[in-house]
T-cell receptor
Framework: DAKTTQPPSMDCAEGRAANLPCNHS???????VYWYRQIHSQGPQYIIH???NNETNEMASLIITEDRKSSTLILPHATLRDTAVYYC????????????FGTGTSLTVIP | DTAVSQTPKYLVTQMGNDKSIKCEQN?????MYWYKQDSKKFLKIMFS???????INETVPNRFSPKSPDKAHLNLHINSLELGDSAVYFC?????????????FGNGTRLTVT
């Protein structure tokens, strides 16, 4: 599985969009990008995933660059409850490869 | 309804004891996992089962023995507990093993070994 690089921490003002970057420059063609978050020792929560097209759901949007070497998770209107550690993971869909979690980005939403 | 549920939520025990953690998922998924999150918050996969068959064992000591009585349950038994086993253990499930379905996690079991 390709490795990912994320900034260790970020701040975002409440009500503003939070844009969390992830670099995955060695991603392969069969690898999806997944985003999870973990709110203070709760179980990691699935947010969104995509292969090459941009994706949107009720929680967030995922923007993947055309070369697929990086992506951005967008929380459109951050709230205090979005304060969490956000993990970007790449994984090949058609193999038995596992989900390996890195150190993630600790997002703090500031009132 | 809780999708992936673990019991107990907290477990405090002494070194040398044997303990079990239970996990159940009601999502109809075929694949289940155990992850360990240590004090440094690093989340590491331990085991993976698909349709009751072990498919991944990530060099976990054999004091840890997972058991899957059916595909909705994956329990974790730990023998001769050590201080270093103190961690939060998360159960997870997903639809298949070779598809793009995401993982769904339980809320964890915090194990403290004294």
């Amino acid at each position: 599985d390709a490795k990912t690089t994320q900034p260790p921490s970020m701040d975002c003002a409440e009500g503003r969009a939070a844009n969390l970057p992830c670099n995955h420059s060695t991603i392969s063609g069969n690898e999806y990008v997944y985003w999870y978050r973990q709110i203070h020792s709760q179980g990691p929560q699935y947010i969104i995933h995509g292969l090459k097209n941009n994706e949107t759901n009720e929680m967030a949007s995922l923007i993947i660059t055309e070369d697929r070497k990086s992506s951005t998770l967008i929380l459109p209107h951050a709230t205090l409850r979005d304060t969490a550690v956000y993990y970007c993971i790449v994984r090949a869909w058609n193999t038995g490869n596992q989900f390996y979690f890195g150190t993630g980005t600790s997002l703090t939403v500031i009132p | 309804d809780t999708a992936v549920s673990q019991t107990p939520k907290y477990l405090v025990t002494q070194m040398g004891n044997d303990k079990s953690i239970k996990c159940e998922q009601n999502l109809g998924h075929d694949t289940m996992y155990w992850y360990k999150q240590d004090s440094k918050k690093f989340l590491k996969i331990m085991f993976s089962y698909n349709n009751k068959e072990l498919i991944i064992n990530e060099t976990v000591p054999n004091r840890f023995s997972p058991k899957s009585p059916d595909k909705a349950h994956l329990n974790l038994h730990i023998n001769s507990l050590e201080l270093g086993d103190s961690a939060v253990y998360f159960c997870a499930s997903r639809k298949g093993v070779s598809d793009n379905s995401p993982l769904h996690f339980g809320n964890g079991t915090r194990l403290t070994v004294t």
